[in-house]
């Protein structure tokens, strides 16, 4: 239990020479990381579906399955495809590099494995790969909602929480989800968003939210990517609270606690842990919801309170 509590990670060794096996998995070990070691792609896969490392240092040239191949059913399953991997290969066949990356693969290293170079590297891209899977995990679980466009409101990339105010505003505005489409911005806010592009010669970005309709706000910030806008999208809502909902809609208190919520993104789980009460008991408030309002689903009822706003 200590040694995996102080292990920099787990790093998978697969490679047919046992010199070089054994030079790395000392190297590694002593820089404190936990060795995995297989001598062939095959046996690679197979382990890793009891075991996955954090990196994988993987030789161009093996019997059987080569470390191209196995690159690509790496990157090919999505249970490992975010697994970094390292090639290593001799200075005769750097020309085969260029496959190796079109396969998935971040980096190579060249033999003679020479020890301070392969920990720098897989230093720098363990570091890497950390950092993106917090930033996704944070983006993915969180309540940042936003989405990534092009000038013609082609949808490039979106959160969760951006997924779910798209169909939130298209309800609002009484489009067919079925319809509708997810892979551009729904009219209203395209229409918007083109007209932003004309004004703003595609060079600025927005200070201030755009209110788009009751409850619905934009806000346009630079993006990294050429030909990409980022836009930020917030609930305006402050101005709801329990008793408004409840005044307007005809509802108990715990009913319009339990909508304003949810047009916050918030799921059964979390309303009920705000709430101090069930999951099921919130989804049987949520059934008078739908019942009083006339309405069959969380988005029809979040577009019913947002046009009280």
């Known amino acids: 239990m200590m040694e995996a509590a102080l292990s920099n990670g787990t790093v998978l060794i697969v490679d047919d020479t046992p010199g070089n096996l054994a030079l790395l998995s000392d190297t590694l070990s002593e820089a404190n990381y936990r060795v995995l070691v297989a001598t062939d792609g095959s046996s690679a896969l197979e382990q890793i579906q009891y075991v996955k490392p954090d990196i994988i240092l993987l030789d161009v040239m093996m019997p059987g399955i080569d470390g191209f191949e196995t690159c690509s059913r790496l990157k090919a399953d999505p249970a490992t495809a975010a697994i970094p991997v390292l090639f290593m290969t001799g200075l005769s066949e750097l020309e085969n590099l260029l496959r190796g990356f079109g396969e998935g693969a971040l980096d190579y290293i060249v033999k003679p494995i020479r020890p301070a170079e392969v920990l720098a590297r897989i230093e720098v891209h363990l570091t890497q790969t950390r950092n993106l899977l917090r930033a996704e995990q944070l983006l993915n679980h969180g309540e940042f909602a936003a989405l990534a466009v092009d000038a013609g409101g082609q949808i490039h990339w979106r959160t969760p929480a951006g997924a779910q105010w798209l169909a939130d505003f298209k309800a609002f505005q009484g ?3 079925a319809l509708a489409g997810d892979s551009v911005l729904p009219e209203g806010m395209l229409g918007w968003f083109q007209r932003w592009l004309r004004q703003s010669g595609r060079t600025e970005a927005d200070s201030e939210p755009h209110r788009l309709v009751p409850g619905f706000a934009v ?17 305006d809502d402050a101005q709801w609270s329990p008793q408004t909902l409840r005044e307007k809609l005809k509802l108990t208190f715990r009913e319009a606690e339990i909508l304003m919520w949810i047009a916050r993104g918030k799921t059964n789980k979390e309303i009920g842990i705000i709430l101090s009460t069930s999951p099921r008991t919130v989804n049987k408030h949520l059934e008078h919801i739908f019942e009083k309002l006339g309405v069959s689903t969380r988005a029809a009822a979040v577009a019913m309170a947002m046009q009280q706003g």
């Open 219 to 235: 806000t346009v910030n630079a993006c990294e990517q050429p030909g990409e806008y980022l836009l930020l999208l917030q609930r």
């Open 175 to 177: 489009l067919d989800l």
